[in-house]
Protein backbone atom coordinates (compact mmCIF):
# COMPACT_ATOMS: atom_id res chain seq x y z
CA UNK A 1 0.00 0.00 0.00
CA UNK A 2 2.62 2.42 0.90
CA UNK A 3 4.28 2.48 -2.57
CA UNK A 4 1.01 2.27 -4.41
CA UNK A 5 1.09 6.49 -4.70
CA UNK A 6 4.42 6.30 -6.55
CA UNK A 7 3.51 3.62 -8.13
CA UNK A 8 0.41 5.53 -9.38
CA UNK A 9 2.82 8.86 -10.17
CA UNK A 10 4.91 7.00 -12.16
CA UNK A 11 2.28 5.02 -14.28
CA UNK A 12 1.12 9.01 -15.22
CA UNK A 13 4.31 9.72 -16.16
CA UNK A 14 5.06 7.23 -18.22
CA UNK A 15 1.34 7.31 -20.10
CA UNK A 16 1.63 11.09 -20.60
CA UNK A 17 5.41 10.32 -22.54
CA UNK A 18 3.51 8.19 -24.55
CA UNK A 19 1.34 10.71 -25.85
CA UNK A 20 -1.81 9.57 -24.69
CA UNK A 21 -4.46 12.61 -23.63
CA UNK A 22 -3.67 14.58 -20.39
CA UNK A 23 -6.98 14.69 -19.08
CA UNK A 24 -7.72 11.00 -19.62
CA UNK A 25 -4.42 9.78 -18.14
CA UNK A 26 -5.14 11.98 -14.76
CA UNK A 27 -8.55 10.74 -14.66
CA UNK A 28 -8.28 7.28 -16.23
CA UNK A 29 -5.43 6.05 -13.99
CA UNK A 30 -6.82 7.66 -10.74
CA UNK A 31 -10.24 5.86 -11.05
CA UNK A 32 -8.04 2.66 -11.54
CA UNK A 33 -5.93 3.24 -8.53
CA UNK A 34 -8.79 4.31 -6.32
CA UNK A 35 -10.70 1.85 -6.94
CA UNK A 36 -8.31 -0.53 -5.93
CA UNK A 37 -7.01 1.37 -2.96
CA UNK A 38 -11.11 1.93 -1.86
CA UNK A 39 -13.14 0.08 -4.15
CA UNK A 40 -16.42 1.13 -5.17
CA UNK A 41 -17.16 3.66 -2.51
CA UNK A 42 -14.26 5.83 -4.35
CA UNK A 43 -17.12 6.83 -6.61
CA UNK A 44 -18.92 8.96 -3.51
CA UNK A 45 -15.93 10.94 -3.13
CA UNK A 46 -15.00 11.85 -6.91
CA UNK A 47 -18.22 13.77 -7.42
CA UNK A 48 -17.98 16.01 -4.56
CA UNK A 49 -14.23 16.54 -5.15
CA UNK A 50 -14.98 17.51 -8.70
CA UNK A 51 -18.31 19.65 -8.08
CA UNK A 52 -15.78 21.83 -5.02
CA UNK A 53 -13.19 22.27 -8.11
CA UNK A 54 -16.12 23.19 -10.52
CA UNK A 55 -17.72 25.98 -8.38
CA UNK A 56 -14.00 27.30 -7.26
CA UNK A 57 -15.24 31.04 -7.52
CA UNK A 58 -11.49 32.13 -8.49
CA UNK A 59 -11.56 30.04 -11.33
CA UNK A 60 -13.68 31.86 -12.50
CA UNK A 61 -11.11 34.05 -14.17
CA UNK A 62 -9.61 31.67 -16.29
CA UNK A 63 -12.04 31.97 -19.16
CA UNK A 64 -12.88 35.44 -18.66
CA UNK A 65 -9.10 36.31 -19.11
CA UNK A 66 -9.00 34.09 -22.22
CA UNK A 67 -11.56 35.55 -23.48
CA UNK A 68 -10.27 39.01 -23.14
CA UNK A 69 -6.84 37.55 -24.69
CA UNK A 70 -8.33 36.20 -27.94
CA UNK A 71 -10.87 39.53 -28.47
CA UNK A 72 -7.47 41.68 -28.26
CA UNK A 73 -6.05 39.26 -30.69
CA UNK A 74 -8.72 39.91 -33.11
CA UNK A 75 -9.16 43.34 -32.46
CA UNK A 76 -5.88 44.41 -34.16
CA UNK A 77 -4.31 46.17 -31.27
CA UNK A 78 -1.43 44.24 -30.95
CA UNK A 79 -0.80 44.36 -34.93
CA UNK A 80 -0.73 48.52 -34.36
CA UNK A 81 1.18 48.38 -31.39
CA UNK A 82 4.16 46.37 -33.28
CA UNK A 83 4.50 48.37 -36.21
CA UNK A 84 4.69 51.63 -34.25
CA UNK A 85 6.76 50.26 -32.02
CA UNK A 86 9.59 49.08 -34.42
CA UNK A 87 9.21 52.61 -35.74
CA UNK A 88 10.14 54.47 -32.77
CA UNK A 89 12.95 52.15 -32.18
CA UNK A 90 13.90 51.68 -35.89
CA UNK A 91 16.65 53.78 -36.17
CA UNK A 92 18.84 51.91 -33.25
CA UNK A 93 20.50 48.84 -34.52
CA UNK A 94 18.68 45.76 -32.63
CA UNK A 95 15.67 48.48 -32.30
CA UNK A 96 13.03 46.03 -34.25
CA UNK A 97 14.28 43.45 -31.30
CA UNK A 98 13.89 46.24 -27.94
CA UNK A 99 10.54 46.50 -29.97
CA UNK A 100 9.34 43.25 -30.02
CA UNK A 101 10.38 42.41 -26.53
CA UNK A 102 8.23 45.55 -25.56
CA UNK A 103 5.44 44.64 -27.08
CA UNK A 104 5.60 41.67 -25.90
CA UNK A 105 5.18 42.63 -22.06
CA UNK A 106 2.76 44.94 -22.89
CA UNK A 107 0.85 42.13 -24.76
CA UNK A 108 1.51 39.96 -21.79
CA UNK A 109 -0.05 42.12 -19.10
CA UNK A 110 -3.04 43.30 -21.29
CA UNK A 111 -3.83 39.11 -22.48
CA UNK A 112 -2.22 36.84 -20.47
CA UNK A 113 -2.48 34.06 -23.46
CA UNK A 114 0.91 32.77 -24.48
CA UNK A 115 -0.23 31.05 -27.78
CA UNK A 116 -2.70 33.86 -28.67
CA UNK A 117 1.16 36.23 -28.10
CA UNK A 118 3.53 33.97 -29.85
CA UNK A 119 1.60 33.44 -33.00
CA UNK A 120 0.54 36.81 -33.08
CA UNK A 121 3.84 38.42 -33.05
CA UNK A 122 5.17 35.86 -35.11
CA UNK A 123 2.90 36.12 -37.81
CA UNK A 124 4.06 40.13 -37.64
CA UNK A 125 7.40 40.63 -36.62
CA UNK A 126 9.37 37.24 -37.98
CA UNK A 127 8.69 37.96 -41.51
CA UNK A 128 9.40 42.38 -41.03
CA UNK A 129 12.59 40.98 -39.25
CA UNK A 130 14.24 38.48 -41.87
CA UNK A 131 13.64 41.07 -44.22
CA UNK A 132 15.29 43.61 -42.91
CA UNK A 133 18.36 41.20 -42.37
CA UNK A 134 18.14 39.96 -38.88
CA UNK A 135 19.46 36.49 -38.03
CA UNK A 136 16.78 34.29 -37.69
CA UNK A 137 17.98 32.71 -34.49
CA UNK A 138 17.71 36.28 -33.14
CA UNK A 139 14.66 37.09 -34.22
CA UNK A 140 12.59 33.80 -33.91
CA UNK A 141 14.68 33.86 -29.59
CA UNK A 142 13.48 36.98 -29.30
CA UNK A 143 9.62 36.57 -30.78
CA UNK A 144 9.52 33.13 -28.74
CA UNK A 145 11.03 34.73 -25.21
CA UNK A 146 9.20 37.80 -25.31
CA UNK A 147 5.78 35.51 -26.44
CA UNK A 148 6.10 33.93 -23.25
CA UNK A 149 6.31 36.48 -20.86
CA UNK A 150 2.56 36.19 -20.67
CA UNK A 151 3.45 33.18 -18.29
CA UNK A 152 5.03 35.68 -15.84
CA UNK A 153 3.58 38.70 -16.41
CA UNK A 154 -0.24 39.31 -14.48
CA UNK A 155 -2.76 38.87 -15.69
CA UNK A 156 -1.23 35.08 -16.31
CA UNK A 157 -3.70 32.23 -16.28
CA UNK A 158 -0.69 30.51 -14.60
CA UNK A 159 -0.61 32.61 -11.78
CA UNK A 160 -4.73 32.29 -11.70
CA UNK A 161 -3.76 28.48 -11.17
CA UNK A 162 -1.09 28.24 -9.06
CA UNK A 163 -2.36 30.96 -6.82
CA UNK A 164 -5.87 28.43 -6.59
CA UNK A 165 -3.67 25.00 -6.14
CA UNK A 166 -1.24 26.37 -3.43
CA UNK A 167 -4.32 28.38 -1.60
CA UNK A 168 -2.56 31.96 -2.09
CA UNK A 169 -4.49 34.98 -2.67
CA UNK A 170 -4.25 35.03 -6.71
CA UNK A 171 -4.05 38.82 -6.22
CA UNK A 172 -0.86 38.77 -4.04
CA UNK A 173 0.43 36.15 -6.86
CA UNK A 174 0.11 39.18 -9.39
CA UNK A 175 1.26 41.67 -6.98
CA UNK A 176 4.01 39.18 -6.64
CA UNK A 177 5.13 38.52 -10.06
CA UNK A 178 5.45 42.26 -10.97
CA UNK A 179 8.78 43.07 -9.90
CA UNK A 180 10.19 39.90 -11.44
CA UNK A 181 8.43 40.12 -14.86
CA UNK A 182 9.79 43.79 -14.92
CA UNK A 183 13.54 42.74 -13.95
CA UNK A 184 13.18 40.12 -16.66
CA UNK A 185 12.57 42.28 -19.53
CA UNK A 186 14.92 44.32 -18.42
CA UNK A 187 17.50 41.80 -18.85
CA UNK A 188 16.17 40.80 -22.16
CA UNK A 189 16.77 44.76 -23.21
CA UNK A 190 19.97 44.24 -21.98
CA UNK A 191 21.38 41.58 -23.73
CA UNK A 192 19.64 42.99 -27.36
CA UNK A 193 21.42 45.91 -26.68
CA UNK A 194 24.67 44.52 -25.58
CA UNK A 195 24.48 42.10 -28.39
CA UNK A 196 23.83 45.07 -30.77
CA UNK A 197 26.97 46.72 -30.00
CA UNK A 198 29.10 43.42 -30.39
CA UNK A 199 27.64 42.32 -33.07
CA UNK A 200 25.80 44.92 -35.10
CA UNK A 201 25.63 42.73 -38.47
CA UNK A 202 23.34 40.60 -36.55
CA UNK A 203 20.09 42.89 -36.14
CA UNK A 204 20.51 46.03 -39.07
CA UNK A 205 18.90 49.39 -38.37
CA UNK A 206 15.24 50.00 -40.59
CA UNK A 207 16.10 51.79 -43.24
CA UNK A 208 15.99 55.67 -43.20
CA UNK A 209 13.31 56.30 -45.66
CA UNK A 210 10.63 54.29 -44.45
CA UNK A 211 10.92 55.86 -40.97
CA UNK A 212 10.30 59.21 -42.63
CA UNK A 213 7.34 58.10 -44.74
CA UNK A 214 5.86 57.25 -41.05
CA UNK A 215 6.67 60.37 -39.40
CA UNK A 216 5.41 62.20 -42.44
CA UNK A 217 2.08 61.01 -41.57
CA UNK A 218 0.52 61.30 -38.26
CA UNK A 219 2.52 59.73 -36.26
CA UNK A 220 1.58 61.61 -32.77
CA UNK A 221 -2.15 60.11 -33.67
CA UNK A 222 -1.07 56.52 -34.31
CA UNK A 223 1.10 56.22 -31.30
CA UNK A 224 -1.45 57.93 -28.93
CA UNK A 225 -3.56 54.85 -30.27
CA UNK A 226 -1.49 52.49 -30.36
CA UNK A 227 -0.25 53.08 -26.48
CA UNK A 228 -3.26 54.19 -24.56
CA UNK A 229 -5.51 51.90 -26.04
CA UNK A 230 -3.87 48.35 -24.23
CA UNK A 231 -2.62 51.06 -21.52
CA UNK A 232 -6.54 51.70 -20.45
CA UNK A 233 -6.73 47.92 -20.46
CA UNK A 234 -4.10 47.55 -18.39
CA UNK A 235 -5.45 49.80 -15.55
CA UNK A 236 -8.64 48.72 -15.60
CA UNK A 237 -7.51 45.03 -14.59
CA UNK A 238 -4.57 45.42 -12.64
CA UNK A 239 -5.18 48.44 -11.35
CA UNK A 240 -8.32 47.46 -9.68
CA UNK A 241 -6.69 44.73 -8.10
CA UNK A 242 -3.88 46.38 -6.83
CA UNK A 243 -5.97 49.54 -5.49
CA UNK A 244 -8.30 46.76 -4.01
CA UNK A 245 -11.28 47.92 -5.53
CA UNK A 246 -12.05 44.66 -7.19
CA UNK A 247 -11.11 40.79 -6.93
CA UNK A 248 -8.91 39.12 -9.65
CA UNK A 249 -12.30 37.80 -11.09
CA UNK A 250 -13.91 40.64 -11.17
CA UNK A 251 -11.00 42.79 -12.61
CA UNK A 252 -11.01 39.76 -15.29
CA UNK A 253 -14.77 40.69 -16.25
CA UNK A 254 -13.79 44.31 -16.03
CA UNK A 255 -11.29 43.33 -18.92
CA UNK A 256 -13.15 40.62 -20.89
CA UNK A 257 -16.00 43.32 -20.96
CA UNK A 258 -12.84 46.39 -21.84
CA UNK A 259 -11.50 44.08 -24.49
CA UNK A 260 -15.18 44.15 -26.23
CA UNK A 261 -15.89 47.69 -25.96
CA UNK A 262 -11.56 48.30 -27.38
CA UNK A 263 -13.12 46.04 -30.32
CA UNK A 264 -16.22 47.65 -31.07
CA UNK A 265 -14.16 51.05 -30.81
CA UNK A 266 -11.81 49.57 -33.39
CA UNK A 267 -14.78 48.97 -35.71
CA UNK A 268 -13.48 45.55 -35.91
CA UNK A 269 -16.57 44.24 -33.55
CA UNK A 270 -18.57 41.78 -35.56
CA UNK A 271 -21.02 38.79 -35.24
CA UNK A 272 -18.16 36.57 -37.16
CA UNK A 273 -15.85 37.94 -34.81
CA UNK A 274 -17.73 37.20 -31.51
CA UNK A 275 -18.32 33.88 -32.65
CA UNK A 276 -14.79 32.84 -33.20
CA UNK A 277 -13.87 34.55 -30.20
CA UNK A 278 -16.74 32.44 -28.00
CA UNK A 279 -15.72 29.20 -29.87
CA UNK A 280 -12.18 30.02 -29.32
CA UNK A 281 -12.54 30.87 -25.18
CA UNK A 282 -14.75 27.88 -25.15
CA UNK A 283 -12.31 25.53 -26.69
CA UNK A 284 -9.58 26.43 -24.46
CA UNK A 285 -11.47 27.07 -21.69
CA UNK A 286 -13.09 23.09 -21.50
CA UNK A 287 -9.55 21.93 -22.13
CA UNK A 288 -8.12 23.90 -19.11
CA UNK A 289 -10.83 22.46 -16.87
CA UNK A 290 -11.30 18.94 -17.93
CA UNK A 291 -7.44 18.77 -17.26
CA UNK A 292 -8.53 20.28 -13.90
CA UNK A 293 -11.08 17.49 -13.20
CA UNK A 294 -8.82 14.93 -13.66
CA UNK A 295 -5.89 16.66 -11.85
CA UNK A 296 -8.47 16.57 -9.01
CA UNK A 297 -9.30 13.42 -9.07
CA UNK A 298 -5.36 12.64 -9.19
CA UNK A 299 -4.96 14.43 -6.13
CA UNK A 300 -7.57 12.99 -4.43
CA UNK A 301 -6.25 9.57 -4.82
CA UNK A 302 -2.81 10.05 -4.06
CA UNK A 303 -3.60 12.24 -0.61
CA UNK A 304 -6.61 9.39 -0.12
CA UNK A 305 -3.36 6.90 0.03
CA UNK A 306 -1.42 9.31 2.10
CA UNK A 307 1.15 9.54 -0.71
CA UNK A 308 1.72 13.19 0.40
CA UNK A 309 2.14 11.56 4.00
CA UNK A 310 4.60 8.90 2.80
CA UNK A 311 6.76 12.00 0.72
CA UNK A 312 6.87 13.99 3.57
CA UNK A 313 8.38 11.76 5.98
CA UNK A 314 11.20 9.91 3.20
CA UNK A 315 12.15 13.72 2.91
CA UNK A 316 12.30 13.87 6.84
CA UNK A 317 14.06 10.70 6.94
CA UNK A 318 16.40 11.98 4.31
CA UNK A 319 17.46 14.95 6.10
CA UNK A 320 16.65 17.15 3.36
CA UNK A 321 17.09 20.90 4.53
CA UNK A 322 14.30 22.99 2.46
CA UNK A 323 16.94 24.49 0.02
CA UNK A 324 17.93 21.46 -0.84
CA UNK A 325 14.27 20.24 -0.99
CA UNK A 326 13.22 23.46 -3.26
CA UNK A 327 16.72 22.42 -5.69
CA UNK A 328 15.08 19.04 -6.22
CA UNK A 329 12.11 20.53 -7.33
CA UNK A 330 13.01 23.38 -8.95
CA UNK A 331 15.17 20.77 -11.43
CA UNK A 332 12.42 18.33 -11.68
CA UNK A 333 9.98 20.80 -13.15
CA UNK A 334 12.43 22.17 -15.42
CA UNK A 335 12.94 18.82 -16.45
CA UNK A 336 9.45 17.64 -16.64
CA UNK A 337 8.90 20.82 -18.67
CA UNK A 338 11.22 19.13 -21.38
CA UNK A 339 8.78 16.38 -22.41
CA UNK A 340 5.09 17.44 -20.90
CA UNK A 341 2.98 20.77 -21.15
CA UNK A 342 2.89 23.77 -18.17
CA UNK A 343 -0.58 22.98 -17.33
CA UNK A 344 -0.22 19.06 -16.56
CA UNK A 345 3.30 20.05 -14.22
CA UNK A 346 0.87 22.66 -12.38
CA UNK A 347 -1.49 19.76 -11.62
CA UNK A 348 0.21 16.80 -11.16
CA UNK A 349 3.63 18.17 -9.39
CA UNK A 350 2.10 21.02 -7.62
CA UNK A 351 -0.45 19.60 -5.02
CA UNK A 352 2.45 17.16 -3.91
CA UNK A 353 5.07 19.42 -3.58
CA UNK A 354 2.63 21.76 -1.47
CA UNK A 355 2.26 20.64 1.95
CA UNK A 356 5.75 19.70 1.99
CA UNK A 357 6.69 23.21 1.90
CA UNK A 358 3.77 24.41 4.15
CA UNK A 359 5.69 21.88 6.85
CA UNK A 360 9.14 23.24 6.17
CA UNK A 361 7.46 26.96 6.80
CA UNK A 362 8.71 28.26 3.26
CA UNK A 363 6.56 31.01 1.60
CA UNK A 364 4.13 29.93 -0.58
CA UNK A 365 3.86 32.82 -2.99
CA UNK A 366 7.09 33.40 -3.19
CA UNK A 367 7.48 29.37 -4.26
CA UNK A 368 4.73 30.10 -6.39
CA UNK A 369 6.23 32.91 -8.36
CA UNK A 370 9.39 30.78 -8.62
CA UNK A 371 7.27 28.11 -9.98
CA UNK A 372 5.80 30.67 -12.49
CA UNK A 373 9.10 31.38 -13.12
CA UNK A 374 10.54 28.07 -14.17
CA UNK A 375 7.43 26.84 -15.92
CA UNK A 376 8.01 29.54 -18.48
CA UNK A 377 11.60 28.38 -18.63
CA UNK A 378 10.03 25.06 -19.52
CA UNK A 379 7.38 26.73 -22.30
CA UNK A 380 10.77 27.52 -24.08
CA UNK A 381 12.99 24.57 -23.80
CA UNK A 382 13.23 21.88 -26.61
CA UNK A 383 12.77 19.76 -27.58
CA UNK A 384 9.23 20.78 -26.37
CA UNK A 385 8.86 24.09 -25.65
CA UNK A 386 4.93 24.87 -26.36
CA UNK A 387 6.05 28.57 -27.94
CA UNK A 388 8.51 26.70 -30.03
CA UNK A 389 6.27 24.80 -31.88
CA UNK A 390 3.71 28.05 -32.03
CA UNK A 391 6.70 30.16 -33.73
CA UNK A 392 7.28 26.83 -36.20
CA UNK A 393 3.76 26.81 -36.87
CA UNK A 394 4.04 30.33 -38.40
CA UNK A 395 7.17 30.98 -39.75
CA UNK A 396 8.27 30.98 -43.24
CA UNK A 397 10.40 27.81 -44.47
CA UNK A 398 13.97 28.91 -44.66
CA UNK A 399 13.33 29.72 -40.43
CA UNK A 400 14.88 25.72 -39.66
CA UNK A 401 13.70 23.96 -35.93
CA UNK A 402 17.98 24.59 -35.36
CA UNK A 403 17.28 28.09 -35.77
CA UNK A 404 14.48 27.97 -33.02
CA UNK A 405 16.06 25.55 -30.88
CA UNK A 406 19.96 27.84 -31.00
CA UNK A 407 18.39 30.99 -31.08
CA UNK A 408 16.17 30.40 -28.01
CA UNK A 409 19.28 29.31 -25.47
CA UNK A 410 20.31 33.13 -24.48
CA UNK A 411 16.90 33.91 -23.67
CA UNK A 412 16.67 30.18 -21.40
CA UNK A 413 19.76 31.67 -19.84
CA UNK A 414 18.68 34.76 -18.89
CA UNK A 415 15.65 32.96 -17.36
CA UNK A 416 17.58 30.82 -15.26
CA UNK A 417 19.71 33.85 -13.46
CA UNK A 418 16.39 35.70 -12.98
CA UNK A 419 15.37 32.09 -11.31
CA UNK A 420 18.51 32.24 -9.36
CA UNK A 421 17.97 36.27 -8.68
CA UNK A 422 14.66 35.49 -7.03
CA UNK A 423 15.88 32.59 -5.17
CA UNK A 424 18.82 34.66 -3.67
CA UNK A 425 16.70 37.81 -2.80
CA UNK A 426 13.15 36.62 -2.12
CA UNK A 427 12.40 40.46 -2.06
CA UNK A 428 12.02 40.75 -5.09
CA UNK A 429 8.50 38.56 -4.77
CA UNK A 430 7.37 39.38 -1.19
CA UNK A 431 8.66 43.30 -1.46
CA UNK A 432 5.78 44.63 -3.18
CA UNK A 433 3.32 42.72 -1.63
CA UNK A 434 4.25 43.89 1.64
CA UNK A 435 4.30 47.49 0.58
CA UNK A 436 1.11 47.97 -0.66
CA UNK A 437 -0.78 45.42 2.12
CA UNK A 438 0.92 48.06 4.58
CA UNK A 439 2.78 45.28 6.44
Not at 68 to 77: F, N, P, Q, T, Y
Not at 214 to 240: H, M, N, Q, R
Request: charged share 10%; proline share 5%.
Amino acid sequence: MEMLPFVMFAAVFLLLLLGYPVALTLGGVSVIFGVLAFGMDFFALLPLRIWGTMTNYVLLAVPLFIFMGVMLEKSGIAEKLLETMGMLFGRFRGGLAVSVVIVGALLAASTGIVGATVVTMGLMSLPAMLKRGYDPELATGTIAASGTLGQIIPPSIVLVLLGSILNVSVGDMFIGAMVPGFVLVTLYLLYIVGLGILRPKLMPAIPVAEIRAFKGGSPWKTIIEAFVIPFVLIVAVLGSIFAGIASPTEAAAIGAFGALLLTLFQRKLSLDVLRGVMRETTWLTSMVFIILVGASAFTLVFRGMHGDRYLSEMIVQANFQPELFLAIVMIGVFIAGFFIDFIEIIFIVVPVVAPIFVAFGVDLLWVGVLLAMNLQASFLTPPFGFSLFYLKGVAPKEVTTGHLYRGIIPFISIQLLMLALIILFPELVTWLPEVLSGR
